[in-house]
């Protein structure tokens, strides 16, 4: 541990003023987090070996599971930066009660188009990269012959709703050829399922198929597959706040949105989806609750409950959830130490606390009631 300002790199102070605005605010800084980031190697290489995987062809499924303030939207949008930077595609989206796994309503649909509408890469980590990536992939096929496009995707028309989407495909890519603007969005409309009836997809598009609440899911198994035709090396979708689903009063409505998860769930493990990795970020109480949360489904709480062998100090990182363990003391005052050479270098001063200063307030944070379990970094 040092307490020299020239121990700690230099931030630029762009980054410096996100990040410390951010945390202000109690949220996760989109940029700037390697320059934060303490602890949770051991999660983070869990994560980053499903990336081989997915990369590999494969698919795989973690819940990411932690209190309120732990560092669960900080490790999603850590490792959201990363894949972006590995070559990956990845889609976030927050659940809420009008965006389910499945509902009456639409509910499910609206998560897909919240999905699409996040759809990020390297170039556009910001969102909106659906154009982006299949104009891609066009150029990538502009000058060969049309088998070869046919040889490309015959892999996707096998799967479930493939001949649709890669119809879709293939009207993209005559629409970039004739310049045909208004058809390149239409397709592209439809691809983030915004056609609300089939007769408006028929009128539009000549296509009585649209992207619908019960087989959204179907279309992000595509989308992934379809990816690598692009040059990604996959698909990495980021669903935040499960515990919008423990909140559903209705219990049959909640067993549905349960059982979307073990689709998913079941998907990855057998190989029904390739190039695809999700993660699910949520609460204790909202995975273990056998009341109301996941493991109220006993076909999922028999599959997810942890291997006799876990125990607090030990993690099965093979096992589908991640449960994050609070930071230690030290980490906790490498990340003080972080904080305040960061603040000193955006405002211009020397910082002035010692080592001695910086153990004494974590020492009066740690004395408070119920630290030993409740302190967390938002804390």
Known sequence: MSDTASAAPRV????????????KGGVVPRIGLPYITVGREVEIRALLTDLSLIADGGASFRFLVGRYGAG?????????????????????????????????????????RELIRNISTKTRPEGGALNLILDRWVASYADVDESVVNAQLAPLEE????????????RYRTAVSEGDEEAMSRVTKWIRGE???????????????????????????LIARFLVCSGYKGMLV?????????????????????????????????????????????TPQCIEDTRRGVYSYEALRSRLAEGRFASEDTQDLLSPIICLSMLTSEEMYVLIEKLMHMHG????????LTQEELV????????RMGADTHITPRE
């Open 360 to 367: 004494r307030f974590l020492t009066i944070e740690y004395n």
């Open 72 to 112: 669960k939207s900080f490790l999603l949008q850590t490792i959201r930066t990363h894949a972006m930077g590995e070559g990956f595609v990845v889609a976030d989206a927050d659940l809420s009660p009008e965006r389910r796994l499945q509902g009456g309503q639409g509910q499910g649909l609206a998560t897909y």
């Open 195 to 221: 056609y609300r009836t089939k007769s408006e997809a028929r009128a539009e598009l000549g296509s009585s198929t649209i992207i619908s609440d019960d087989d959204w899911y179907d279309y992000v198994k």
């Open 238 to 282: 980021l669903i935040d706040e499960l515990v919008n689903l423990y909140k559903i009063p209705n219990a049959i409505t909640r067993q549905y949105n349960y059982e979307k998860i073990l689709t998913m769930y079941n998907d990855t493990l057998q190989g029904k989806a390739q190039y695809l990795g999700i993660i699910m970020g949520g």
């Open 159 to 170: 799967m479930v709703h493939g001949f649709d989407f890669t119809r879709m495909l293939r």
């Open 345 to 352: 270098q955006l405002f211009g001063y020397e910082p002035r």
């Open 12 to 23: 630029p102070k762009r980054v410096a003023a996100v990040i410390l605005n951010s945390l």
